[in-house]
């Protein structure tokens, strides 16, 4: 499916990948063509999300990782990804103390990491160098209302991004305007309580949403699901995360700001 033109300046195609919407968008200052290689970038940028689906799925029979799980493939002769993937598990998992751990089931599902860094990875190998066009200004990519975004250093682009409002389907409950970056939420609001804390193997409750806005989306995805996890009255743990800011919202109404490390709303 080729690049489509977008009404609001530039070209974009939304693909069904990784079981979700995934929509990128390349900016462009021409309205009658996209950039020539665009295609061709977006093409190797859903190729590797593709590739992430079928080595990291836990919904599909024949992922590595299930395949790991049944005990039919061994660790050594998975995917080179899954071994990168286990280290920066493992890392998250010290860093994190706990609140997240990709072995929380008793076998290897990276889950609530994957995703941000295989849409991280196919923003900046795939598609980052078609900033290096004159006539591109942005690029960014968004699977389930997670992105990464990208920006040319001489554009005149700011990107603006919407964050849901976890009780009202369709409103927004806040805006914000970045050049470049990551943003992630997570919750319970699309997807029921499906996230458990790993140190007790309960469904969390108590957090709306938590969106997290860092430089990366592998930070930006670990961190949104921490927040939810920890919960509204636990936000010691922004000290080292190293995002740039986030709002959470509890459940029973309260907002939670933050930007680096300081907490800018009170519990």
Known sequence: MPLTPDARRGWVRVADVMGTAVSIRVVTDDPVSAPPRAGDAVDRALARL?????????FRTDSDISRMARGELA?????????EMADLCLGARSRTGGRFDAWRTGSFDPTGLVKGWAVEEAARLDLAPLLEDPSTMAVGISAGGDM???TAPDAGWEWGVGIADPFHRGS???TLTLREGAVATSGPAER???ITDPRTGEPVTGVASAT???DGLTTADLWATVAVVAGADDLGWIRDAGTVSGLLVAEDGRCRRWAGSRVLDPA
């Open 50 to 58: 593709r590739r992430a689906d079928r080595v990291f799925s836990p």
């Open 75 to 83: 660790a050594g002769d998975a995917a080179p990804e899954v071994r």
């Open 148 to 150: 990464q975004l990208l």
């Open 172 to 174: 927004l409950i806040s």
């Open 192 to 194: 029921g309580r499906h």
């Open 212 to 214: 997290v806005v860092a």
